[in-house]
């Protein structure tokens, strides 16, 4: 499978930005579909994750701000970010797994495949 995220950019505090991350290679309905994010200087974190069945999770600082889906036709997964604050600035990586239980889908070290990272950056 690789992965090809874009979406990222420049954004005041409260703008909104879509993320894209296009899956090519092995059939793409089979993967848990997630986003992680990593700041300068900090450990790559969690932020949502959608699994084939269609059921999301996020991480509690994105919760009610951030959306999840993908598209299986496009095997496309997106991640619709609103409310942006500033520590939201990161690069933003789109990462797929075959197998993971639910215990482990906040892990990085559970995905078998990874994106290249797009850049997002919320000014104040």
């Known amino acids: 499978v690789q992965l090809q995220a874009s979406g990222g950019g420049l954004v005041q505090a409260g703008g909104s930005l879509r993320l894209s991350c296009a899956a090519s290679?092995?059939?793409?309905?089979?993967?848990?579909m997630g986003w992680f994010r990593q700041a300068p200087g900090k450990e790559r974190e969690f932020v949502a994750a959608?699994?084939?069945?269609?059921?999301?999770y996020y991480a509690d600082s994105v919760k009610g701000r951030f959306t999840i889906s993908r598209d299986n036709t496009k095997n496309t997964v997106y991640l619709q970010m609103n409310s942006l604050k500033p520590e939201d600035t990161a690069t933003y990586y789109c990462?797929?797994?075959?197998?993971?239980?639910?215990?482990?889908?906040?892990?990085?070290?559970?995905?078998?495949?990874w994106g290249q990272g797009t850049q997002v950056t919320v000014s104040s």
């Open positions: 990462a797929a797994a075959w197998s993971i239980v639910l215990s482990e889908i906040r892990n990085y070290e559970q995905y078998d495949y």
């Open positions: 290679g092995r059939t793409f309905s089979a993967n848990t």
């Open positions: 959608v699994r084939s069945s269609g059921n999301t």
